[in-house]
């Protein structure tokens, strides 16, 4: 397992941007598949975006495309979620998740990722 460590959460308006970032502990960033989930109160997590090790094959879900873009940096370790044109959906806990040579499936599996990191709160206020 690797350790995950999230950022970049907080307030934004309704319609807003937010970046998240997650820095991934590992020895390579290329051998790791790297998923964003997120969570509301009382509601099962859901998958939202994710990127392959290679950066190649990227997936979101319905509820994001268009507005979220997920992308990597191999130097700094970090995998960043670009979240636009926000809204009161999007107002919840921000996971990311990682699994050593993982991809990324359509539908984007909890099971699929073994490692997580301890989630940040995006606050879409109107």
């Known amino acids: 397992q690797v350790q995950l460590v999230e950022s970049g959460g907080g307030l934004v308006q309704f319609g807003g941007s937010l970046r998240l970032s997650c820095v991934v502990s590992?020895?390579?960033?290329?051998?790791?598949?790297i998923a964003w989930f997120r969570q509301a109160p009382g509601k099962e997590r859901e998958g939202v975006a994710c990127i392959s090790g290679s950066g190649g094959s990227t997936a979101f879900a319905g509820s994001v495309k268009g507005r979220f873009a997920i992308s990597r940096d191999y130097a700094k370790m970090t995998v960043y979620l670009q979240m636009n044109s926000l809204n009161a959906d999007d107002n919840v806990v921000y996971y990311c998740a990682a699994e050593y040579l993982g991809g990324c499936r359509r539908h984007l599996p909890e099971t699929d990722f073994g490692s997580w990191g301890q989630g940040i709160q995006v606050t879409v206020s109107s």
């Open positions: 590992a020895s390579t960033l290329n051998d790791y598949g």
